[in-house]
Every structure is written in structure tokens, then in C-alpha cells.
């Protein structure tokens, strides 16, 4: 199998704790790992490295550091895996809810690494997935609504049932090769444009 490794980029103050993490991973057989030892300017250094993986580790975690580094999760869109020394539920959640894919407390051991880089990987991977149906099917509803307020419309000024409405729909649709969607939204446009919206 030929499958690359995802490229990691470990976040530590502690070199110390930053090599226990490194030597996990290159016993996992991960060559792409870069270090980052301090925080500051943290967005930056991930654009430019694009790594598919962020491991954190933060020792003693004070609130501000765990709000800075949840603002960042939520923004880089990628598996993030974090190791605390310590933790409540309070953090524990605020951590879950800005798309932190794992979330150890006083689990840092060389061994335990890839196994948790693995889960952070799978469960990303499937709260994305997650996302994109939910979106999918959000669009899907919005579609649905357009054409059933087309139908409505055509219903009243033509005085017709609704399967006669749709029918109209995809006839206009098919007669210039445009989704029944895109005719419903002109034909649902123009009836609020000149006033005459079926309710």
C-alpha cells in the first residue's frame, strides 16, 4: 500500500512533551512532522505549513490559551487532536463544540499517539460528512419549498391541481434547459416583484 501518511504539525511550548509526540508519530511511520514551539502568530505558521493534521498539546491550559485555541479550530477546518495535563467539562465541551476531533486529558504517552491521531482523523472525517448531508439536505428543503410555492402560484392563476402545476414546471424547465428549481425561484421572484405572492 502506498497510501501517504497525513502531514502533522504539533503545536507545543514544551519541547520536552513536543518530542514524546514526535517520536509517537515517526515510530508510526509519519515522516511529514513539523514542531511549532510557541503560539504566538500560530494562525500564520499553519497557513504556510497546511499540515492535514494539528496535534496541540497544552499543559497547563489557562481559559484564555483554550478560548485562542478554539477560535482557531473552528477556523483551520482540519483534524485537530488535543492533549491537556488537565480539564473540566466546562473546557471539555467548549473544546467538542469548536470542532476539536480529540480531546485527551493526562493521556500524553508515546504509544497512545497514532491511535489518537487516527480517531481525531475518523471522527473529522465523519462530523464533516455530517455536515455536508445536513447541508445538502437544508438545500434540498429549500428547493422543495421554492417548488411547492411555484405550484401554488401556477395553481391559482391557472386553476389548476397540483400535479397539472408541476407538470407546467418541468415543461417550462425542460423548454429552456434550466432545473425545475431555477424556473420555480424566476416564477416565485417575479410574483413578489409584482405583488401577486401565493401565501
Known sequence: ????????????ENATRASI???GLAAA??????????????????????????????????????ESIFQLSRAVKRPIAMFVDRSDTEAMQSAIDAGVSAYVV??????????ILDMAIS????????????????GALEQRKVID?????????????????YK???KAAMNTNRKIVD??????MSARLLGDEGK
Open 183 to 188: 424556473v420555480a425561484e424566476s416564477l416565485v
Open 1 to 12: 500500500m502506498t497510501d501517504r501518511l497525513p502531514s502533522v504539525l504539533i503545536i507545543d
Open 168 to 170: 407546467l414546471l418541468r
Open 29 to 66: 511511520g509519519h515522516s511529514q512532522v513539523m514542531v511549532i514551539n510557541e503560539m504566538h502568530g500560530i494562525a500564520a505558521k499553519i497557513a504556510l505549513h497546511e499540515p492535514d493534521v494539528i496535534v496541540i498539546d497544552l499543559e497547563n491550559p489557562n481559559r484564555d490559551m483554550l
Open 21 to 23: 509526540i514526535e517520536a
Open 106 to 115: 493526562d493521556g500524553l504517552r508515546q504509544e497512545r499517539v497514532k491511535s
Open 123 to 138: 471522527r473529522f472525517n465523519a462530523f464533516s460528512r455530517l455536515e455536508r448531508e445536513l447541508k445538502e439536505a437544508r
Open 149 to 165: 410555492q411555484a405550484k401554488g402560484l401556477i395553481m391559482t392563476s391557472r386553476g389548476v391541481d397540483e400535479d397539472a402545476a
